[in-house]
Each structure stands twice: as structure tokens, then as C-alpha cells.
């Protein structure tokens, strides 16, 4: 039984991507350049049960072992980029502050 997947993210300074496992379950809600004001962030080097605690990832580009968009090994820019997982208070979904959609962002929802 498989618990966990390989996910694939891109640092949007760079376009180096990088690969972490993650639950099955997760909720991604975007990628950006800034910190959501309040929110927790791991390592992508913490356990993944830790991870997926989280609000989401602090990634440093090339700190972890990056790749371009066809798999050849980069060195990776050294910019941080944060994963921002989505959140719920009280059963209703949080907006991230300030709102992200001017920045890089990707959206698993239809």
C-alpha cells in the first residue's frame, strides 16, 4: 500500500524544480515568492507526518537536490519559495494574506 507520493515544484524565481513526498491526501493551494503572514512553515527536510502539520513548505532553491523541467541536474538559485497549503478555521477556508493571485501561484481546484 502506498502512503505517499512524489510531487514535483517549481521555484518561481528560477524555474528549478524540485521533488518531496507527500501524503496522499494533500491540499496545495499555491506556490510564492513571500511568507503567508501567520502561518507555519517545515523544512522539506522534516518527516512528512511533520510536513503535512504545516501550513506549508519553506523551500530554499538548490538546497534540496533540483532539476530543470527535463529531469538534468541545476545548482538552483538559493532564493526561498514557500508552498502554501490550504487552511480552514472553523470549517471555512482561509484566503492566504495578502491574497496571491497576482503572484505564481497553481490551483488544484476546478
Known amino acids: 500500500m502506498v502512503d505517499s507520493v512524489t510531487v514535483r515544484y517549481t521555484c518561481p524565481h528560477c ?3 524540485v ?4 501524503a496522499l491526501d494533500m491540499a496545495d493551494r ?3 515568492t513571500i511568507r503567508q503572514p501567520g502561518w507555519t512553515y517545515e523544512t522539506p527536510s522534516a518527516d512528512l507526518e511533520t510536513r503535512e502539520a504545516a501550513d506549508g513548505i ?7 537536490p533540483v532539476t530543470d523541467r527535463n529531469g538534468d541536474p541545476l ?3 538559493g532564493r526561498p ?4 497549503f490550504v487552511r480552514f478555521e472553523q470549517g471555512v477556508e482561509l484566503e ?5 493571485y497576482d503572484g ?7
Open 19 to 22: 521533488s518531496l513526498e507527500r
Open 75 to 77: 545548482e538552483g538559485c
Open 104 to 110: 505564481p501561484r497553481f490551483d488544484f481546484r476546478s
Open 15 to 17: 524555474d528549478a524544480v
Open 96 to 100: 492566504p494574506d495578502p491574497p496571491t
Open 58 to 64: 519553506a523551500f530554499i532553491c538548490g538546497e534540496q
Open 30 to 32: 499555491s506556490v510564492t
Open 81 to 84: 519559495f514557500y508552498l502554501n
